[in-house]
């Protein structure tokens, strides 16, 4: 890792130097990037420099952060992956150390936006206060997956994409806090429970002309690996006003009996050939049956 790692830092175009003083050490984290996008390794290093030597550190650890809406007021800041390196008895006696680290960006991280900024935070185990106005920003992009399939189903399938676009975070999707048996049997908890911050990036399409007497809206949340593809679809149903008054459809919809959720999985050679992707989903679409309580 170190002469793979020596090497791409001297070759490196961009250095990024993010610099902060923690107590009594002075931290400077080293960039190769700014801009990322899901599946890359971020190589840097962090630069330890104290007069006082680094007796009291057990550790550094580098993590990648993102925030996340929780609601129109309120966002949260999530650590989606940490590195740690911990010091040896010989390096906490010197008075300057490099740390070499590595994160491979996770292919379930969003793009970067206004409410969804991305920063690398660098801490050493040593008492202190952050200051949390002190985020070093990188962007990161969009997987190239997403306007890969985007542009197909747009263009070739008829769906039209609309402007509502989330991340929404299942915090109770953790597997230590699950105890709850609708929770286990969701489509999206093997998905989310293997993620060390459950957040599925939802994207929302109207449906193909063809079946919008059948769906109303058709949500893609992408579940992406380094050879393949598990796109699982939210099919969300018109709800007929025959079934019943306002207050009845209502409460149809707010505990989602309208939604049926499906996963389709794709090879990376699959993946390939536009036809295989168009194929299975309209597949899904034209025999997926309508759930009972819609049934008129």
Known sequence: MFNKHKKAMRNA???????????????????????????????GEVQLSSKKGFKEIEKVSVSLMQQFPFSEDTVANLS???????LSDEQKEENELVL???????????????????????????????????????EVNEHPLLPYVNKIVTEEL??????????????????????????????????????????????EYFP??????????????????????DLFVELQFIIPKEIGGYFKRAAISESDRDERIHKLS???????N????????????????IPKELRV
């Open 208 to 229: 193909p002309e063809e079946y919008r007497d059948k769906y109303r809206e058709i949500e893609f949340i992408y579940d992406i690996k380094e050879d393949s593809l």
């Open 158 to 203: 008829g769906f039209v994409k609309t402007n509502r676009e989330e991340v929404i975070h299942y915090p109770q999707f953790q597997p230590k806090w699950v105890i709850d048996q609708k929770v286990l049997n969701h489509p999206l908890y093997p998905m989310l429970s293997s993620r060390k911050v459950p957040v599925a990036h939802e994207i």
């Open 80 to 86: 989606l992956l940490t590195t740690e390196m911990r």
């Open 13 to 43: 175009k961009f250095k990024k130097l993010i610099t902060r003083t923690i107590g009594h050490v002075k931290v400077d984290t080293v960039l190769t990037e700014e801009k990322v996008t899901p599946g890359d390794m971020l190589i």
């Open 100 to 138: 070499p680290f590595e994160l491979k960006i996770p292919y379930f991280t969003p793009k970067s936006a206004e409410k969804r900024k991305c920063w690398i935070q660098t801490d050493i185990d040593l008492p202190y206060k952050l200051d949390p106005r002190d985020m070093d920003f990188i």
């Open 266 to 272: 794709f090879t990376k050679e699959e993946l390939q």
């Open 274 to 289: 536009p036809e295989n992707i168009k194929n299975k989903l309209m597949a899904l679409l034209e025999n997926t049956e």
